[in-house]
């Protein structure tokens, strides 16, 4: 799975968009973008996840751009729950075969502040 | 909305002493997975668990280690004769088949003495 790289640390105002990169230079044309959270000590928490095309839904944006070597996951307003660790994830799609663990990073830690 | 459970929440056991972490995937889940966190460092991946046998272990997930389902809900992580380096967070996680989503149960956090 191709490597990911991450700013270790972020801040952002609440209620402001919150948007956090991430570095995937070596993907291959088979491996999707997956971003997962960790708030303080909790179960890592699926966000999103996309191939080429820019993804949404309740949670976030994720954009991809279009030679797919970086990636930006979009909290449009952010509050003060969504602070956590954020790990970006590029892994082959597992076809609901037996294989799927992932490979986690160090991730970003976002801090919202009121 | 159904939620992967672990239990117990916290346990402290003595070096050499065996545990057993439980967690109840959701039930229509159909891979298993067992993850670690030591204090401060990276979600580790140990062991996944399909159709009754492992299907994948890093190389933490060492002969100290077993998987076992025992009875069609519950997923148990043992580890034999614990080390002081076992001591983490230990969290099971379930995806159901043809979806990539895993999802993770809160933890149980290990302190070997």
């Known amino acids: 799975d191709a490597k990911t790289t991450q700013p270790p640390s972020m801040d952002c105002a609440e209620g402001r968009a919150a948007n956090l990169p991430c570095n995937h230079s070596t993907i291959s044309g088979n491996e999707y973008v997956y971003w997962y959270r960790q708030i303080h000590s909790q179960g890592p928490q699926y966000i999103i996840h996309g191939l080429k095309n820019n993804e949404t839904n309740e949670m976030a944006s994720l954009i991809i751009t279009e030679d797919r070597k970086s990636s930006t996951l979009i909290l449009p307003h952010a509050t003060l729950r969504d602070t956590a660790v954020y790990y970006c994830?590029?892994?082959?799609?597992?076809?609901?075969?037996?294989?799927?663990?992932?490979?986690f990073g160090k991730g970003t830690k976002l801090s919202v502040k009121p | 909305e159904p939620e992967v459970t672990q239990t117990p929440s916290h346990q402290v056991t003595q070096m050499g002493q065996e545990v057993i972490l439980r967690c109840v995937p959701i039930s229509n889940h159909l891979y298993f997975y067992w993850y670690r966190q030591i204090l401060g460092q990276k979600v580790e991946f140990l062991v996944s668990f399909y159709n009754n046998e492992i299907s994948e272990k890093s190389e933490i997930f060492d002969d100290q280690f077993s998987v076992e389902r025992p009875d069609g809900s519950n997923f148990t992580l043992k580890i034999r004769s614990t080390k002081l380096e076992d001591s983490a967070m230990y969290f099971c996680?379930?995806?159901?088949?043809?979806?990539?989503?895993?999802?993770f149960g809160p933890g149980t956090r290990l302190l070997v003495l």
């Open positions: 996680a379930s995806k159901r088949s043809g979806q990539e989503t895993q999802y």
């Open positions: 994830i590029v892994r082959v799609w597992s076809y609901g075969g037996s294989q799927g663990n992932l490979i």
